[in-house]
T-cell receptor, first 116, second 112 residues
Framework: AQKVTQAQTEISVVEKEDVTLDCVYETRDTTYYLFWYKQPPSGELVFLIR??????QNEISGRYSWNFQKSTSSFNFTITASQVVDSAVYFCALSEDGNYGQNFVFGPGTRLSVLP | DAGITQSPRHKVTETGTPVTLRCHQTENHRYMYWYRQDPGHGLRLIHYSYGVKDTDKGEVSDGYSVSRSKTEDFLLTLESATSSQTSVYFCAIRPGQKTEAFFGQGTRLTVV
């Protein structure tokens, strides 16, 4: 069965510091999809990125970047020059191919606090 | 924003009463999900649907049932609410298996 681990329960940084959120996953499928979501204090879940298992290119979007390494089953998320507005809970998720698409599993989340 | 609405947004109910939460979408997406969110557990899948009248259990389905009689509506029923079901419930929709999910605003349910 698939599993997502986010070992960092809470992280606190000072504004403008860089921070990396770790995500380690387990799956027996060769085709799968990885996701990151953000949940700000207001409570909604905001989709950030999706990555396919067959595409190991790193992704950069503004201050956000993602490092996908199949060899270590990791999909880490880095925020460069963090801002107070980045304070949120961040979830990593995994979806396997097949089986009617029900396999959409989330990690426990990492709470990021960015202090001014 | 994805057209997904949850109702009610907040509810307080008594132990032993049945409760139904509604998820309504305007996107005509095939897949719909119900999750519960609790501190330290992230989002845990309760039930999901892959089509009208096609549903199956997730990781934490005990005490919950679902129905999907129309593409746009996915109902979650707590047959006899217990205090352990106090949680925030999220509905999600996906157009396909390879895509991201879009979430509703959540329903905060308190069982007293």
């Amino acid at each position: 069965a698939q599993k997502v681990t986010q070992a960092q329960t809470e992280i606190s940084v000072v504004e403008k510091e860089d921070v990396t959120l770790d995500c380690v996953y387990e799956t027996r499928d060769t085709t799968y999809y990885l996701f990151w979501y953000k949940q700000p204090p207001s409570g909604e879940l905001v989709f950030l990125i999706r990555r396919n298992s067959f595409d190991e290119q790193n992704e950069i979007s503004g201050r956000y970047s993602w490092n996908f390494q199949k060899s270590t089953s990791s999909f880490n998320f880095t925020i460069t020059a963090s801002q107070v507005v980045d304070s949120a809970v961040y979830f990593c998720a995994l979806s396997e191919d097949g089986n009617y698409g029900q396999n959409f599993v989330f990690g426990p989340g990492t709470r990021l606090s960015v202090l001014p | 924003d994805a057209g997904i609405t949850q109702s009610p947004r907040h509810k307080v109910t008594e132990t032993g009463t049945p409760v139904t939460l509604r998820c309504h979408q305007t996107e005509n997406h095939r897949y719909m999900y119900w999750y519960r969110q609790d501190p330290g557990h992230g989002l845990r899948l309760i039930h999901y649907s892959y089509g009208v009248k096609d549903t199956d259990k997730g990781e934490v389905s005990d005490g919950y049932s679902v129905s999907r009689s129309k593409t746009e509506d996915f109902l979650l029923t707590l047959e006899s609410a217990t205090s352990s079901q106090t949680s925030v419930y999220f509905c999600a929709i996906r157009p396909g298996q390879k895509t991201e999910a879009f979430f509703g605003q959540g329903t905060r349910l308190t069982v007293v």
